[in-house]
């Protein structure tokens, strides 16, 4: 006979916890609107730029915002290791926080205005399913998939179709804005010797 598996200890807190990085109040404009897409992407470029310099993570950032008044909701950075949870994307952090902000597990219900995500790196496999499932109705990114190669991250099985398949339920995708100044923050990791966190 099998004894049960022991509940864990009282002092055990089983609860995950996800926050920004304190450089975050110095660097985010948060009133400031984002009229543009070079506005917007040059926000995500500069947190995973922060992220890179400050050693707070990986070289990756994103932001929410309303499409059409460029209101900022959230932002996210890498925060894979400096939390310990694999799952921490800059994608995935911004996605997490804008819904926690907005009280609505999509950004896409009736009550919101229309939401776009906006990354400095092509989002790997697991962001861009949550892409899908965030009610993003647009996603914009600056590095690709082969940039991010380069330092030997694994971006997963990412395909043509995948995108078909987002655009295919109304999701516009605007590839490679600001390509070259996306991709030298990842060049700047690389020169750093930075982690990478593949599994």
Known sequence: MTSPSPSPSPDFALAVHVDYPAWVADVVAWETRYRTDE??????????????????????????????????????????????????????????????????????????????????????AMCLGATLWSGVRRLVFGATREDAAKLEF??????????????????????????????AVLERYRALNGAIYNG
């Open 154 to 183: 694994d971006e997963g099985p990412v395909f043509p179709e995948s995108y078909r398949y987002l655009e295919a339920r109304g999701i516009e995708i605007v590839r490679g804005m600001l390509h070259e100044e996306a991709a």
């Open 39 to 124: 506005e917007r992407m040059r926000l995500a470029i500069a947190l995973s730029r922060e992220n890179v310099e400050r050693g707070t993570g990986g070289p990756f950032g994103a932001a929410i915002f309303e499409r059409d008044s460029g209101r900022l909701v959230a932002v996210g950075m890498n925060s894979v290791v400096r939390l310990h949870n694999c799952t921490l994307h800059g994608e995935m952090v911004a996605f997490m926080m804008a819904q926690r902000r907005l009280g609505s597990f999509t950004l896409n219900a009736p009550h919101l205005p229309a939401h776009e995500l906006v990354t400095s790196c092509e989002p790997c």
